[in-house]
């Protein structure tokens, strides 16, 4: 069923903002991006990469001029080329690039995510390095500050496949976050045993066979509370249905989500964009395929491909997608960016049917985009996004409109259900209609979104607000005030609801 219509036709514009906030000079050869409050203030942060072979760092000349004639910038050591920034969020008013104090390492980064998978409170990090034939690099947040390097003590050691994607998911639901990642030659999936260390759980579950993987992403297909696994890869893409006993079952073939033999399937994201209560998932593919499509979640285990009727094939050799709300009417909308060709922001019509808006909002451009994210960095009830590529790379501030929204902090009891809140699931209802939103470990091809969920309102100022925790508890609220934009924090120890106060510009 699709919501009833009551939102702003008014569509917000995307600025360029990256310079003005203090994100310039990142390198051109941009390669993954997420959003993160790692430090725990409120304010999501930001983790960007490059491969990039220029030195150096620079104010730029533009804002020197507007700011008359300050000592000269300081460029970053020329005996060490910059290839990873982790900037602070100031407020949301501007970012400082404190990587050098981090910790973390200034390595080459294919993808990265962030979780709290030790349930401390504080949000850790999983990296792949483009290094060949390497496991992923496991940095634990030690003070909301600094980052240690626990890779090999904590077992994440299995090598020979080139890490390409790396996503968090509480697969058995023991309350510990597990660690995914998609390679080359094969996938490894490491099971946090809760002792600070992990284990090679691949062969146990069901998903050791040898395959090609460029990405990945956890869901919950069939609502029964148990993650399943879609994996991208170059060739036939894999689809396993989650058990709930610690296996996996390959539903390649049965549940239509196989795709082609001379796919390169790069990125897959999942969105209930008809609002049945019923994930469904976009698939990009770059290449000869040059094809990518919209699969419909049929509620019995089958997918349709329904790409034509809905308008959202996109002939672009696609890079990422992910599924939004941009314009916060309460229809989710899907974006994708493509290697030659513009970016596509299709806005959800609520009929079943998509129109391409990225010109119009300005979000056509940079091209050849590899990371995606998407955060409310400021506060002010919009989402924005940062694009990072090899050709160009930007973060973009919505303007907004006159549509409302709400934005929800889940925290897990760090018992049964992870701090994060990885895999839980948020129902929230209008008189418009229903949207479902899960807390995703990460999706599209190299990256992940904050972890609070954002929901658009479009005019409806009252919602009700269902919470599934990964545990299984439930927390349901009545008639919660949206006012015009509000934060609000979810607990699932109390199963309370908390207004977040914050100052909107």
Request: glycine share 10%; aromatic share 10%; charged share 25%.
């Amino acid at each position: 069923m699709f919501a009833q219509d009551q939102s702003s036709d008014e569509l917000p514009v995307f600025t360029d903002s990256e310079n003005a906030v203090g994100i310039f000079d990142t390198g051109s050869l941009g390669q993954t991006a997420v959003w993160g409050d790692y430090n725990g203030d409120g304010w999501q942060d930001l983790l960007i990469s490059n491969t990039d072979r220029k030195r150096g760092s620079r104010q730029p000349r533009r804002d020197r001029r507007k700011r008359g004639r300050p000592a000269a910038a300081k460029p970053f050591s020329t005996s060490k080329l910059t290839k990873l920034f982790l900037f602070k969020n100031e407020s949301g008013v501007k970012f400082s690039n404190v990587a050098n104090i981090s910790g973390l390492p200034n390595h080459n980064i294919k993808a990265a995510s962030w979780a709290d998978y030790d349930n401390d409170g504080l949000l850790d990090l999983a990296i792949a390095t483009i290094k060949a034939a390497t496991p992923p690099l496991l940095y634990q947040n030690y003070d909301g500050v600094s980052f240690i390097d626990i890779s090999q003590e904590a077992g994440i050691t299995q090598a020979g496949s080139t890490t390409r994607h790396v996503i968090w998911v509480d697969y058995d639901r023991d309350g510990l976050l597990d660690l995914f990642a998609a390679g080359n030659e094969r996938s490894y999936l490491y099971r946090n045993k809760g002792d600070g260390k992990f284990e090679d759980a691949s062969s146990l579950a069901g998903i050791a066979e040898s395959s090609n993987g460029l990405s990945a992403i956890f869901f919950d297909s069939n609502n029964d509370g148990w993650p399943d696994l879609f994996l991208a890869n170059g060739g036939y893409n894999k689809f396993y249905m989650n058990n709930g006993d610690g296996t996996f079952t390959d539903a390649s073939v049965s549940s239509g989500l196989d795709g082609a033999p001379y796919w390169q399937t790069t990125s897959v994201c999942s969105g209930d964009y008809n609002e049945d209560g019923y994930l469904d998932i976009y698939v990009t593919n770059i290449g000869k395929a040059k094809k990518n499509t919209l699969y419909k979640n049929n509620k019995d285990g089958t997918f349709t491909d329904v790409t034509w009727e809905t308008g959202t094939r996109d002939l672009g050799d696609g890079r990422t997608c992910a599924w939004i709300d941009f314009d916060a009417d309460g229809r989710v909308d899907l974006f994708t960016t493509n290697h030659t060709w513009n970016n596509k922001l299709y806005r959800n019509l609520g009929n079943g049917a998509f129109r391409d808006a990225a010109v119009e909002v300005n979000l056509a451009k940079p091209i050849d985009v590899f990371a995606v994210t998407w955060a409310d960095y400021d506060r002010d009830g919009f989402l924005d996004v940062y694009l990072n590529g090899h050709i160009g790379n930007s973060l973009k501030r919505n303007e907004g409109n006159s549509n409302k929204s709400i934005t929800l902090q889940l925290l897990g009891d760090g018992l049964r259900s992870n701090r994060s809140a990885i895999g839980a699931r948020v129902v929230l209802s209008t008189p418009g209609g229903s949207q479902l939103r899960e807390v995703s470990g990460g999706r599209g091809g190299t990256e992940q979104d904050m972890l609070p969920l954002y929901f658009g309102l479009g005019k409806f100022d009252k919602a009700d607000i269902q919470v599934i925790w990964p545990s299984g508890k439930e927390c349901s609220f009545k008639d919660i005030s949206v006012e015009l934009h509000r934060e609000f924090q979810i607990s699932e120890i109390k199963c309370d609801i908390i207004a977040i106060d914050k100052s909107y510009k």
